[in-house]
């Protein structure tokens, strides 16, 4: 007859020799795991290895793996000449979940909390799953165009530098960093600003940074101005800091300045949210009489504007237009920005712009969300923005984002023309594509998906007086983007003979 602890162990444990994961580490933590809920109590003695073997049908090395494990582990202790004896250690509190489990089943870890808790709609995830080898997005760079050998030596170099350590175990710094004063150094030379560290912050993206300044600017039902088309991300933003969102039109000349005049009175705005580079998702840029209307009226008016130039970076002909909070005077543009689209996505940084007294409101909120921040990205940034790295850089992938912005517009001169209208970008990651006649773009996206294309939901425009995609073409090289354009035209004939 086997001994009490032997049945608990045939009752305890069981593994898959299929699994990636050794047999002998299955095995050892279902052993921990029943010691943790009191099966198997401190100074039971365990069964020799051979009889243990025998008991799960393993080989008998692998049962001396097992309680090796166990041991290294603290678990058990193994006397010689007298046998392998449970422990429980001080330390070891943390439940261990077995791989596979029988009557412990009822100890799985809740999915349901036993207590209320907020719900937020506006949260609700916006990510959808796709197997699909070619997917268009909303206007992302290339990875593969990032200097991945250059990138290796950069950060290897930056991890190197001695007064690194130096600067983590330091509690507070009197003096900007260095990273902030060649931030301020490079804003000022490629946009037109006159900051200085006191008027910048650092972030780890254009989201955390709307999130920090909406949380400053805006209480419940506080009016916030949106184009009649916007961003979702920067919605949900506002939504959730508990803004009352209120649709501006926008043309060709971007966000109607005069529509504010006529619909709202002085004091009932809080804050006026544009993308003047180029307004997210049609692509218009606002005009130089409707910035300086803007400016005059959020002064008169007393509502703050809150600059979102999330691909300033990006232009193909002729100058950028300079951010408004550049021209600024009043202190009533608060510039959200985005630097380091030509490293990877985590080497890239957000930024705010805004009066010093903001500032300094802006920085208690982020040390609260990330107090630690990034020493390593700071440093490399610095050095590269010194060197002129970023600089050759972005100059570097415009001319290839160009020729795809060209090849493209071609592609769709070919396969779409009479079917679409679309103004050429003169700089962006996307382009704004209006079907003529009006169809079903979730139809579309279900017929594109069909043949091995990803259109996500939040590119797709369409309500009573829109249907439309924001194409971006960034990520796609030539080939690839008449593969897509290919594919997409399918769908589309496909959709049209429903």
Not at 20 to 45: C, D, E, F, H, M
Not at 162 to 184: D, E, G, Y
Not at 219 to 227: A, E, M, N, R, T
Not at 428 to 457: C, Y
Request: proline content about 4%.
């Amino acid at each position: 007859m086997n001994s009490p602890v032997s049945d608990l162990i045939k009752q305890l444990v069981s593994f898959d020799k299929a699994s990636v994961q050794p047999v002998y580490i299955q095995v050892a933590q279902q052993i921990i795991n029943g010691i943790q809920r009191g099966y198997l109590s401190k100074g039971s003695k365990l069964p020799g290895t051979r009889v243990f073997s025998e008991l799960l049908n393993i080989h008998r090395n692998t049962a001396v793996a097992i309680y090796e494990e166990l041991a290294s582990q603290g678990w058990v202790d193994i006397i010689p000449n007298r046998g392998t004896f449970v422990l429980v250690p001080e330390q070891a509190t943390a439940k261990i979940k077995a791989t596979a489990e029988r009557i412990d089943r009822a100890y799985n870890y809740p999915k349901v909390a036993g207590f209320p808790f907020q719900k937020s709609f506006h949260l609700a995830s916006t990510l959808q799953e796709t197997s699909a080898k070619y997917i268009i997005n909303d206007g992302q760079p290339d990875l593969r165009l990032h200097p991945v050998h250059q990138f290796s030596r950069w950060y290897s170099a930056a991890m190197k530098r001695k007064p690194l350590i130096n600067k983590w175990n330091r509690a507070s710094v009197a003096t900007p960093s260095v990273f902030k004063t060649q931030l301020c150094n490079y804003l000022n030379a490629t946009r037109g600003f006159r900051i200085n560290p006191n008027n910048v912050i650092s972030t780890r993206s254009t989201e955390m940074s709307l999130y920090i300044v909406s949380q400053l600017l805006i209480k419940k039902d506080d009016v916030v101005l949106v184009g009649q088309l916007s961003h979702y991300a920067s919605n949900t933003i506002f939504q959730e800091a508990g803004a009352a969102l209120k649709a501006i039109p926008v043309d060709d000349e971007g966000l109607d300045v005069d529509y504010i005049k006529k619909h709202f009175i002085k004091h009932s705005i809080r804050c006026v949210y544009v993308c003047a580079h180029r307004q997210y998702p049609t692509t218009k840029t606002l005009s130089a009489q409707r910035r300086l209307q803007l400016l005059q009226l959020a002064k008169t008016y007393g509502f703050a504007i809150i600059e979102d130039d999330y691909d300033y970076d990006f232009q193909f002909e002729g100058s950028a237009m300079l951010p408004m909070a550049s021209a600024d005077a009043n202190g009533m543009v608060i510039y959200l920005g985005k630097m380091g689209q030509s490293l990877f996505p985590s080497f890239q940084t957000g930024f705010v712009v805004a009066p010093d007294n903001l500032i300094a409101e802006a920085h208690n909120y982020l040390s609260l969300l990330d107090e630690q921040g990034d020493l390593i990205q700071e440093q490399m940034l610095s050095e590269l923005i010194s060197e002129g790295e970023i600089y050759r850089l972005v100059k570097k992938n415009i001319v290839t984002y160009k020729q795809r912005r060209d090849c493209l517009c071609r592609y769709l001169q070919q396969y779409f023309d009479g079917i679409i209208s679309y103004e050429q970008p003169s700089g962006g990651l996307a382009i704004w594509l209006q079907f003529k006649h009006p169809l079903s773009l979730v139809k579309l996206a279900e017929e594109a998906a069909r043949i091995d294309l990803f259109l996500p939901k939040t590119i797709l425009y369409q309500d009573k007086t829109t249907c439309a995609i924001r194409f971006g073409f960034g990520h796609l090289n030539e080939d690839e983007l008449e593969i897509v354009i290919k594919k997409l035209k399918r769908a589309y004939d496909k959709v049209l003979n429903f």
